[in-house]
């Protein structure tokens, strides 16, 4: 990494353990975007896919591989 | 996650789950596990930017780079978030289980009924298996007959309010007991009112499984991690209070190692 990115990553490791808070993103009482994926399948999905009649489980996780 | 599928859909909830796994890693995961919900593959990070939760402090060389900050939203209907549940600590994940319990008050079958003077009490909670790390919420089920009450933290005037506590362990952080609202009865005879419960209710405990490390040695020949505390309380009905009682409760937690299986090679992210 050259010296400015390197600058760069510590600052914000800096900053986030400074704060520490980690980003979580929308804000309950805010709606999520929405995005266009696919699946384990290969089938596409969108947010309004996924609801239910009373809304969703949205997981975000690391990887399935480690 | 898997196991508690049926639960979700039960109260109407759809449920994804995204990464920046590429399609085949994921549909490997999916067949080992036999995982039957969505998950959907973000390669290229472009969701977990707009949601605003990229992890900018992994370096751009790393194969970890793309990953999310880890956590579950709750959404009603039209995609609102309605809750959410994030750690501080990357390693630190609240079970399916512990996030349905606390937002919906979805009860397991109550695990066991304990013998206790004036009201029946069940334990419940920490049927699925947890890991190290993970968060999981306990209950005490409580059902007092009619006329019976008992009272609730910030009583005054020498009643025993009920409590319960669970016994420091280094394989687990405990937060705070959840209490449910009391209601205020008034005592006609001392003219006094008193914050106390009634019927059934439940008392909630979260707790916080410690690392690999700190649990393993406190496990059972069977793998399983007891967790006890005691419930004292008070009860009176219309005429009189009964002397305090402490219960001692316990609920036996099955713990999993950490999975460590991995992708094919071929499939795996590289830089």
Known sequence: ???????????????????????????VGERVPDFHLRDQNGAEHDLHSILG?????????????? | MEQN?????????????????SVAVLKTFADREH???????????????????????????????????PGTYILDAHGVVVGKYFEDDYRVRDTAESILFRQFGIEPEPRSSVAAKHLKIAVEGGETPVRPDQRVTLAVDLQLPERMHVYAPGV????IPISFKLSPSPAFQADPVTFPASKTLRLEVIHETVPVFMGRFRLLDTVTLA??????????????????GDLRYQACDDHECYPPETVHLKWTLQVLAFDRTRAPESLRRKQ
């Open chain 2, 211 to 228: 690392g690999p490390q700190q649990v393993q040695p406190l496990l059972d020949a069977q793998g399983n991690l007891p967790v006890e």
């Open chain 1, 53 to 66: 009649p009373k809304g969703a489980l949205l997981v975000f996780f690391r990887s399935a591989d480690w």
């Open chain 2, 156 to 159: 005054t005037g020498g009643y």
């Open chain 1, 1 to 27: 990494m050259n010296p400015v990115g390197k600058t760069t990553a510590w600052v914000a490791l800096a900053a986030s353990l400074a704060w520490g808070a980690v980003a979580t993103g929308p804000a």
């Open chain 2, 35 to 69: 995982i039957g919900y969505t998950l959907l593959s973000d390669a290229d990070s472009k969701v977990i930017r707009a949601y605003g939760i990229f992890n900018d402090t992994v370096p751009k060389d790393s194969f970890a780079y793309g990953i999310p900050n």
């Open chain 2, 5 to 21: 599928r049926a639960r979700i859909a039960a109260q109407g909830l759809g449920l994804a789950a995204i990464s920046y796994d």
